[in-house]
T-cell receptor, first 114, second 114 residues
Framework: DAKTTQPTSMDCAEGRAANLPCNHSTISGNEYVYWYRQIHSQGPQYIIHGLKNNETNEMASLIITEDRKSSTLILPHATLRDTAVYYCIVRAPYSGGGADGLTFGKGTHLIIQP | DGGITQSPKYLFRKEGQNVTLSCEQNLNHDAMYWYRQDPGQGLRLIYYSQIVNDFQKGDIAEGYSVSREKKESFPLTVTSAQKNPTAFYLC?????????????FGPGTRLTVL
């Protein structure tokens, strides 16, 4: 799986959009981009994933550049409860040959300021 | 209420004792995973299982053992051979379907070896 690079920490004001960047310049053509977050002392929570197109769900939007070498997770209206560590993960799709685990880096610690 | 349960939330053991961590899921997921997390670090994969009666070593399997006798259960035993067992242990599960598939995590078990 390709390696990802994320800033160590970011601040965002409550009510504003939080934009979390991720670089994955060595991503392969069939690898997905996944985002998870982990609130302190809890299990990680799946947020969103995508392959080529931008994706949106009730939690966030995922913008993937055309060359797929970077992506941005957008939390449209950040709240204090969004304070967490956010992990960007690149992973090959399951193809019937085996489902190995996710590779977690250190992620970005997003702090929402009141 | 569907999900993944891990018990207990906190566990204390004396050095040299084996200890088994429980993980149960009622999501009808095929694959299950065990991760370890140390303070300030990302998750590292210990073991994973795609189907019943089959499991594979992850990146840090030494000192650990697992079994997968039922689809919904994937217990992890931390043996006395594990040099630094104190950590936060997370269990996850996912469907094995073509393409992208997200993993869902349990709340974790914090193991402290005294």
């Amino acid at each position: 799986d390709a390696k990802t690079t994320q800033p160590t920490s970011m601040d965002c004001a409550e009510g504003r959009a939080a934009n979390l960047p991720c670089n994955h310049s060595t991503i392969s053509g069939n690898e997905y981009v996944y985002w998870y977050r982990q609130i302190h002392s809890q299990g990680p929570q799946y947020i969103i994933h995508g392959l080529k197109n931008n994706e949106t769900n009730e939690m966030a939007s995922l913008i993937i550049t055309e060359d797929r070498k970077s992506s941005t997770l957008i939390l449209p209206h950040a709240t204090l409860r969004d304070t967490a560590v956010y992990y960007c993960i690149v992973r090959a799709p399951y193809s019937g040959g085996g489902a190995d685990g996710l590779t977690f880096g250190k992620g970005t610690h997003l702090i929402i300021q009141p | 209420d569907g999900g993944i349960t891990q018990s207990p939330k906190y566990l204390f053991r004396k050095e040299g004792q084996n200890v088994t961590l429980s993980c149960e899921q009622n999501l009808n997921h095929d694959a299950m995973y065990w991760y370890r997390q140390d303070p300030g670090q990302g998750l590292r994969l210990i073991y994973y299982s795609q189907i019943v009666n089959d499991f594979q070593k992850g990146d840090i399997a030494e000192g650990y053992s697992v079994s997968r006798e039922k689809k919904e259960s994937f217990p992890l035993t931390v043996t006395s051979a594990q040099k630094n067992p104190t950590a936060f242990y997370l269990c996850a599960s996912s469907m094995n379907r073509e393409g992208g598939n997200e993993q869902f995590f349990g709340p974790g078990t914090r193991l402290t070896v005294l």
